[in-house]
């Protein structure tokens, strides 16, 4: 029995005496904490990018601006159904050029027709496809014709809507540019315009000044000599809504996503293309 305990304790004292020799063979080695603290500090999370100098309107993707070329939807609608519908309702009807028409009625888009060829019995129907602030527009427009080179007839739509509330009031417009040579190709859109106006109301009866004030915001598509030119994308603030690190000039920077780049653009090749300044 005594040789066995003494056994045990030989065993479980061998640990200890080999701990004390490898510290008396390695004097100099640094204990585990002295590594840890060695250890260089992790290195400092990058700085955050600055904020755009210009505050963007975030849309879906479907109401961004658009240059390219790309089908849009149309519906067939025979001769004798447009003039018994003309007739029969209360549209107010605007003929454009003998092949061109279009119908608005209040509180709703505005509708645009066309025959592709002057002996068509089908008029294609086409609706302006919405970009920036969301709403019914139709209520102010014009459609305008133009040609982007032989045979290549389009027509520039610019259409304006009106939204008043409470506080105050927003318009909005949007720009479409429509190959019509044949089924509708969507060429361009922009949004031409945005203006929210405050009236610094607090109630009924009680405006406050120093509240008021309004942010516009205004883009221009032109053709002239078969280019398309975009005018650059301008901002102009008052009152309450003045910003003194808005850019000078007015032009916003970046360009919002609702805005096209200024620029001229070109019509080849089946595509609308950015040519320059």
Known sequence: MGMGAGAVAACSTAPQEQQKAARKAAPGAAAPQAAVAATPPPAAAPAAPPEPAVSEYQYPDSLQAYAGARPMRFRCVPDAEL???????????????????????????ARILYRP????????EVRPEDVGESGTVGG???????SLGPGRRVLLLNLRGHNHFWGGSLDYGLTNLVDVTAEPLLLLKTEALRENVSFGRENDSVFDEDAAGSEKREQQVSIQQGLIRVSPATQALTGSMEDPNAPADGVLKPTPKSMLPAGRYRYQRGRVLRAGK
């Open 83 to 109: 003039r018994a519908e003309i007739q029969a309702s209360p549209w107010l009807a605007d003929t454009v050029a003998g092949r061109y028409v279009v119908l608005r009625e209040l509180f709703k888009p």
């Open 117 to 124: 060829h002057a002996a068509a019995t089908c008029w294609l």
């Open 140 to 146: 102010d427009f014009t459609v305008d014709t133009a």
